[in-house]
């Protein structure tokens, strides 16, 4: 199978029956995607500017998931790794039904069985977000939750342990004790970092300070963050990040695909999606007409465009990854930067767009 990635370095595919007759090199390419060793802080780590993120693994109501998916993803995640990826991103509650916390258990057995890290398995920096279930009522029960994803990932020490929601808007008292949570397996030793995800500009100041009277330093803040997500609440949370010495992770950097250029009114993904889609997408026409037209002067694919758009912001994106296409496509992001002139033109267009994309529902103020 032969690529056109733009790059000197050979990949070799993996296939994941482990046997020597089944991997195959591919051919050498022409120019560098980007130097695998240059990295971005994220508190006292060291990340690659771009990460993956791993919500469609296990996910079979929004994603299509099924097991037979996994050696795609497998050789998917080696080839993300070869080409100095070291970020990934899940979260304890991926995965539907019977599936709940599949996402994690598949990446925690990449990481183990992987070709490329050999023994190097500590450089990759997973970061997992716990939910804030109802029932967790006490910071032990959230560090009980923090080990029982290092089981499933099968490591002894995350990279970063994150909050994925705030529960300010809803249960206010649960909230402190949820902080207290990331405070304890941060002293533990279970994580290297911690961060929090859907917080908005308020509650991200607050549990910052709170954090900083603990000794405790709050790394990332993720959130929605793109063309299609870029309000003044967004905004301002970058703009605290900045000034606090956080760094934000911009999930769905690419609007659930509605920035990849691919659908239209009349081809809609399949699933829920599509009701979304049917609603966003006929008012995104100036965006994507102004992608489109970067791409082709620039020789770029349109998410390639987006996901630019986001690192040159300073964020870190984490584009979902299913294939080995996508990571191909993704990886096409790194290497290059839009002019301010073509930053400003997105930009525009976005604001010249009568839609965008609905914020999460979980996201405070």
Same mark, same amino acid.
């Given at each position: ?25 591919? &051919? ?9 060793? %240059?990295?971005? &802080? ?8 771009? @990460?993956? #993120?791993?919500?469609?693994? #296990?996910? %079979? ?7 037979? *998916?996994?050696? %795609? ?23 539907? @039904? ?10 925690? &057995?990449?990481?183990? !069985? ?6 190097? %398995? ?17 910071? +032990? ?9 290092? !089981? ?5 020490? /995350? ?18 004790? /949820? ?5 304890? *397996? ?61 760094? /934000? ?5 690419? @609007?659930?695909? *509605?920035?990849? #250029? ?72 790194? +290497? ?18 009568? &839609? ?10």
């Amino acid at each position: 199978m032969a690529f056109t990635l733009s790059t000197t370095k050979t990949f070799t595919k993996i296939n994941c029956s482990n046997t020597p007759s089944n991997i195959t090199t591919f &051919k050498p390419l022409k120019l560098p995607l980007f130097w695998p060793w %240059q990295k971005v &802080k994220m508190g006292p780590l060291s990340v690659s500017p771009m @990460g993956f #993120g791993t919500w469609a693994w #296990g996910n %079979q109501l929004l994603w299509g998931y099924q097991t037979s *998916m996994d050696d %795609q993803l497998q050789q998917a995640f080696e080839l993300a790794l070869q080409n100095g990826i070291n970020l990934f991103d899940t979260a304890d509650s991926y995965g539907t @039904g019977r599936l709940n916390g599949q996402s994690e258990r598949l990446l925690g &057995k990449f990481i183990k !069985d992987s070709q490329v890290l050999k023994g190097k %398995q500590n450089e990759v920096v997973v970061a997992t977000k716990f939910a804030a279930y109802p029932w967790r009522l006490t910071s +032990g029960q959230f560090v009980n939750a923090c080990r029982a994803s290092l !089981d499933r990932l099968q490591i002894d020490q /995350l990279g970063i342990g994150q909050l994925h929601w705030s529960t300010a808007n809803y249960a206010p008292l649960q909230e402190l004790v /949820l902080w207290d949570g990331l405070v304890a *397996m941060y002293e533990k030793g279970l994580v290297r970092a911690v961060g929090v995800s859907n917080y908005g500009p308020q509650q991200l100041v607050k549990i910052h300070d709170y954090l900083k009277t603990r000794g405790v330093p709050l790394c990332s803040a993720q959130v929605q963050f793109s063309l299609l997500s870029m309000g003044k609440e967004q905004l301002e949370i970058k703009s605290i990040c900045d000034e606090l010495g956080i760094r /934000l992770i911009s999930y769905s950097p690419l @609007g659930l695909g *509605m920035l990849t #250029g691919k659908y239209s009114s009349s081809k809609l993904p399949t699933g829920p999606r599509s009701l979304l889609f049917r609603q966003i997408l006929p008012g995104l026409e100036p965006l994507l007409l102004a992608q489109r037209q970067i791409a082709e002067k620039r020789g770029k694919t349109m998410p390639q465009v987006a996901i630019n758009w986001c690192i040159c912001k300073g964020t870190v994106p984490i584009p979902g990854i299913k294939s080995v296409r996508n990571v191909e496509d993704n990886l096409g992001a790194l +290497g290059w930067k839009l002019t301010n002139d073509e930053q400003l033109q997105l930009e525009y267009a976005a604001k010249e767009s009568p &839609k965008s994309m609905i914020q999460n529902i979980f996201q405070t103020r």
